[in-house]
């Protein structure tokens, strides 16, 4: 079993900057894992952000690319997402998921996905 703990949501201006954090462990906890971000809108379904590749390679949904930057630490058990440039429409939880299959990651429909428990970001204009 993996766990996935987030922080680092909060309430920010519009024009304003959050990192969000996501420490990776478990009994089952491995570097195979490949990890990423979505979020979710309350009565919406869950968007896919962000996901990083098992060398690092970064991949970004249309919304953000240019403002939010996607990395891993060099134990690859915790990943990061730097928004910048944040926009009202940013608003949502975030939330981080594991998988060992990249293409998972893109669809957040799979049984074999791990989530977070979630961090609410906050965009005020």
């Known amino acids: 079993e993996v766990q996935l703990a987030e922080s680092g949501g909060g309430s920010v201006r519009a024009g304003g900057s959050l990192r969000l954090s996501c420490v990776a462990s478990?009994?089952?906890?491995?570097?195979?894992?490949?990890m990423g971000w979505f979020r979710q809108v309350s009565g919406e379904k869950r968007a896919w952000v962000a996901a990083?590749?098992?060398?690092?390679?970064?991949t970004y949904a249309e919304s953000v690319k240019g403002r939010f930057t996607i990395y891993q630490n060099s134990a690859k058990n915790t990943l990061f997402l730097q928004m910048d440039s944040l926009k009202p429409e940013d608003s949502a939880m975030y939330y981080c998921?594991?998988?060992?299959?990249?293409?998972?990651?893109?669809?957040?429909?799979?049984?074999?996905?791990?989530w977070g428990q979630g961090t609410q970001v906050t965009v005020s204009s």
């Open positions: 998921a594991a998988d060992h299959a990249l293409a998972n990651l893109k669809t957040g429909d799979s049984w074999s996905t791990y």
């Open positions: 478990g009994p089952t906890w491995n570097t195979d894992y490949r």
């Open positions: 990083i590749d098992g060398v690092g390679n970064p």
